[in-house]
């Protein structure tokens, strides 16, 4: 099984009270790093308002992805993608699930007394094929090569953002205008190997007259729900989740699998000003990045994490978005709510995000600098206390370690004091989860005041 995260409260960073200069000056570097971490995930995963950063911490171990996925571990996998996200910035299991409350929708709502007429009910219908095969409800050939090819544009997307961040890119420099030509080659390619302007024709189709009769609309999302689901070895039925890239090729290598590399140290961190901490206290996770414990306290001299990162989507067939958007239905016993799909009675949305990516992480590398004895380095990290270098009181990542994850680098020699430092370097090849990208669902139900509903 694949362990959860403990809940917030347990993450909490420890006072501040009656601590030395160097505790406090190392727990305000701890807090910067965690900062700069999150601002490099939100600027390249969630540039845009309607998106939200979820961190796991500490990351949540996969499947084995050295074989082939079975329906147990893709079963795994869907339940933490199922979760309902909150306000909260860190990924916590709710006993609400995303299926769960489309299927109540799917039982208990009214749609808008409206009709079409005999064409447009046949357009609709065809639409709704050009998509997926009506027997099998299988993306077709051509709706599959157009998802494809835009989820490939999206983490070529992604690549680009985070090169502009790290090299820190304005109008007119050279990486500026290569940029902007990759940009422009992704989107020419894009176009060239899977946009279809047919694709986008039906997608409207069904839009507008979706909204204008839902009966048509409600049957085949219900088909939907019903046939994308799978069954795990004790025979229970799930909802089906696809990614992209494919969850069999995520530890490999090529064409679709872009890692990006991210880096957390003291030169990157000296750079940012208190007032960087203060603005982000309301928006970023109070974690600490790196927790030291075991035989004997000591204060870092230096550390730096590095990992690579890669974006993957999350696509449920079984869940037509339009959903959101569409006006022609209602529940009853609803409230207002500014956004957010509201099923029970209440003021706060049932469902007010929506998981639409999965943040992996691999290669993770943290490397400690500020012992001044070999036995006190080895001590603090053998075997029994491997927890003792982590994101939150437990293993590096949720994976423990093996001594051959340890690395002992040669002394340094401080010339003011003439001390010996041992630096220390753990080593996580392993691919984990780190964070999700949730998606701000819009208001909904929000039915149109002018329409009439039904049973």
Same mark, same amino acid.
């Given at each position: 099984?694949?362990?959860?995260?403990?809940?917030?409260?347990?993450?909490?960073?420890?006072?501040?009270?009656?601590?030395?200069?160097?505790?406090?000056?190392?727990?305000?570097?701890?807090?910067?790093?965690?900062?700069?971490?999150?601002?490099?995930?939100?600027?390249?995963?969630?540039?845009?308002?309607? #998106?939200?950063?979820?961190?796991?911490?500490?990351?949540?171990?996969?499947? +084995? @992805?050295?074989?082939?996925? %079975?329906?147990? $571990?893709?079963?795994?996998?869907?339940?933490?993608?199922?979760?309902?996200?909150?306000?909260?910035?860190?990924?916590?299991?709710?006993?609400?699930?995303?299926?769960?409350?489309?299927?109540?929708?799917?039982?208990?709502?009214?749609?808008?007394?409206?009709?079409?007429?005999?064409?447009?009910?046949?357009?609709?219908?065809?639409?709704?094929?050009?998509?997926?095969?009506?027997?099998?409800?299988?993306?077709?050939?051509?709706?599959?090569?157009?998802?494809?090819?835009?989820?490939?544009?999206?983490?070529?997307?992604?690549?680009?953002?985070?090169?502009?961040?790290?090299?820190?890119?304005?109008?007119?420099?050279?990486?500026?205008?290569?940029?902007?030509?990759?940009?422009?080659?992704?989107?020419?390619?894009? #176009?060239?190997?899977?946009?279809?302007?047919?694709?986008?024709?039906?997608? +409207? @189709?069904?839009?507008?007259? %979706?909204?204008? $009769?839902?009966?048509?609309?409600?049957?085949?999302?219900?088909?939907?729900?019903?046939?994308?689901?799978?069954?795990?070895?004790?025979?229970?039925?799930?909802?089906?989740?696809?990614?992209?890239?494919?969850?069999?090729?995520?530890?490999?290598?090529?064409?679709?699998?872009?890692?990006?590399?991210?880096?957390?140290?003291?030169?990157?961190?000296?750079?940012?000003?208190?007032?960087?901490?203060?603005?982000?206290?309301?928006?970023?996770?109070?974690?600490?990045?790196?927790?030291?414990?075991?035989?004997?306290?000591?204060?870092?001299?230096?550390?730096?994490?590095?990992?690579?990162?890669?974006?993957?989507?999350?696509?449920?067939?079984?869940?037509?978005?339009?959903?959101?958007?569409?006006?022609?239905?209602?529940?009853?016993?609803?409230?207002?709510?500014?956004?957010?799909?509201?099923?029970?009675?209440?003021?706060?949305?049932?469902?007010?995000?929506?998981?639409?990516?999965?943040?992996?992480?691999?290669?993770?590398?943290?490397?400690?600098?500020?012992?001044?004895?070999?036995?006190?380095?080895?001590?603090?990290?053998?075997?029994?206390?491997?927890?003792?270098?982590?994101?939150?009181?437990?293993?590096?990542?949720?994976?423990?370690?093996?001594?051959?994850?340890?690395?002992?680098?040669?002394?340094?020699?401080?010339?003011?004091?003439?001390?010996?430092?041992?630096?220390?370097?753990?080593?996580?090849?392993?691919?984990?989860?780190?964070?999700?990208?949730?998606?701000?669902?819009?208001?909904?139900?929000?039915?149109?005041?002018?329409?009439?509903?039904?049973?």
């Amino acid at each position: 099984m694949i362990p959860m995260p403990f809940p917030p409260s347990s993450l909490q960073c420890s006072s501040a009270s009656a601590q030395s200069p160097e505790d406090t000056q190392q727990e305000l570097r701890d807090r910067k790093a965690v900062v700069y971490l999150f601002n490099r995930l939100s600027s390249t995963f969630c540039s845009t308002p309607d #998106k939200k950063l979820l961190l796991a911490w500490p990351g949540l171990p996969l499947p +084995n @992805l050295a074989t082939v996925p %079975s329906p147990d $571990d893709r079963y795994l996998l869907a339940q933490l993608v199922d979760a309902v996200p909150q306000d909260g910035l860190l990924y916590d299991t709710t006993p609400q699930k995303v299926s769960e409350l489309i299927e109540y929708v799917l039982a208990q709502k009214k749609v808008a007394n409206l009709s079409l007429s005999p064409t447009e009910k046949e357009q609709l219908e065809a639409a709704f094929d050009f998509f997926h095969d009506p027997k099998t409800g299988e993306e077709t050939l051509i709706f599959r090569t157009y998802l494809h090819a835009h989820a490939l544009y999206n983490h070529l997307k992604d690549e680009i953002t985070n090169e502009r961040l790290v090299f820190k890119v304005r109008p007119g420099d050279a990486k500026f205008k290569e940029l902007a030509n990759r940009e422009r080659v992704a989107r020419e390619d894009f #176009k060239r190997n899977g946009y279809d302007t047919e694709v986008n024709e039906k997608r +409207n @189709l069904i839009e507008e007259l %979706s909204n204008r $009769d839902g009966l048509i609309w409600w049957y085949h999302f219900r088909n939907q729900f019903i046939k994308q689901k799978s069954s795990i070895s004790s025979g229970a039925f799930f909802q089906e989740t696809k990614y992209f890239p494919p969850l069999e090729n995520w530890s490999s290598l090529g064409v679709n699998n872009h890692w990006i590399k991210f880096t957390v140290d003291d030169n990157q961190i000296s750079l940012m000003d208190s007032k960087d901490i203060r603005i982000a206290e309301d928006r970023v996770p109070n974690v600490p990045l790196i927790t030291l414990g075991g035989v004997k306290k000591i204060n870092l001299r230096s550390f730096s994490v590095s990992m690579e990162i890669k974006r993957v989507l999350v696509e449920r067939p079984w869940l037509d978005e339009r959903l959101f958007r569409n006006r022609a239905w209602t529940l009853d016993g609803i409230t207002s709510a500014p956004s957010g799909l509201m099923v029970h009675k209440g003021d706060k949305p049932d469902l007010p995000y929506l998981i639409s990516s999965i943040l992996l992480a691999r290669n993770i590398s943290i490397t400690l600098e500020g012992w001044t004895s070999l036995t006190d380095a080895m001590i603090s990290l053998n075997s029994k206390s491997f927890g003792m270098v982590n994101l939150n009181g437990t293993y590096l990542f949720g994976k423990g370690l093996a001594k051959a994850d340890v690395k002992f680098d040669s002394y340094l020699t401080d010339a003011s004091t003439n001390k010996k430092t041992y630096r220390v370097r753990f080593t996580c090849p392993g691919v984990q989860i780190i964070g999700f990208v949730c998606d701000t669902v819009p208001k909904s139900p929000n039915p149109d005041p002018k329409y009439k509903f039904g049973p």
